[in-house]
Each structure stands twice: as structure tokens, then as C-alpha cells.
């Protein structure tokens, strides 16, 4: 008598659903950052040498709602008050 499990490893589109998960998952992990680049990374070094690009980039992906009429003082300001303080 058939299990459930049985008639579910009989039906050849689920078995190749599971396997195509399975490669896309091994594909991640092992390709991960290489062929998969992020999208927007943060910027590097120090803010004041940022674009004003940059700083309107780093202020939305911390959800700060950058506006498009802000300087780039206002920019600058703004992150500087959001920055984490260095530990000591």
C-alpha cells in the first residue's frame, strides 16, 4: 500500500521542483557575492568625501527619506548625527 510519501517521490514535478531548489540554494551559497553582487553597497571611508550621490544613497537604505533639495551640507549633517559612535 502506497504512502503519501511514496506517491509524492513518484510525481516527477515535484522531485524536480525539490532538486531545482536545491541547486539555486547550493548556487547561492557558493556563488554568493561573486555573481550575485549586491545592489547598492554603502560608501567607503570617510562621509565628507562622499558624492552627494553617495550620501543620498547611504541615507536611504537606512530608511532616513533623503530629499532631493537637501545640500550637501544638510546630507552631510544628517549622517553625521546618524553615525554609530566608535567604541573606545
Not at 509524492?8 to 531545482?20: D, E, K, P, T, V
Not at 536545491?22 to 558624492?51: C, H, L, M, R, Y
Given at each position: 500500500?502506497?504512502?503519501?510519501?511514496?506517491?509524492?517521490?513518484?510525481?516527477?514535478?515535484?522531485?524536480?521542483?525539490?532538486?531545482?531548489?536545491?541547486?539555486?540554494?547550493?548556487?547561492?551559497?557558493?556563488?554568493?557575492?561573486?555573481?550575485?553582487?549586491?545592489?547598492?553597497?554603502?560608501?567607503?571611508?570617510?562621509?565628507?568625501?562622499?558624492t552627494r550621490?553617495?550620501?543620498?544613497?547611504?541615507?536611504?537604505?537606512?530608511?532616513?527619506?533623503?530629499?532631493?533639495?537637501?545640500?550637501?551640507?544638510?546630507?552631510?549633517?544628517?549622517?553625521?548625527?546618524?553615525?554609530?559612535?566608535?567604541?573606545?
Amino acid at each position: 500500500m502506497p504512502t503519501a510519501l511514496d506517491k509524492a517521490l513518484r510525481s516527477r514535478n515535484a522531485f524536480l521542483a525539490f532538486a531545482g531548489i536545491v541547486t539555486g540554494v547550493a548556487a547561492w551559497s557558493i556563488f554568493g557575492g561573486e555573481v550575485f553582487p549586491q545592489d547598492q553597497a554603502d560608501p567607503k571611508g570617510n562621509p565628507e568625501e562622499w558624492t552627494r550621490e553617495e550620501m543620498r544613497r547611504w541615507l536611504a537604505l537606512r530608511n532616513l527619506h533623503p530629499q532631493d533639495s537637501d545640500t550637501r551640507e544638510q546630507l552631510l549633517e544628517r549622517i553625521q548625527a546618524n553615525l554609530r559612535i566608535p567604541r573606545q
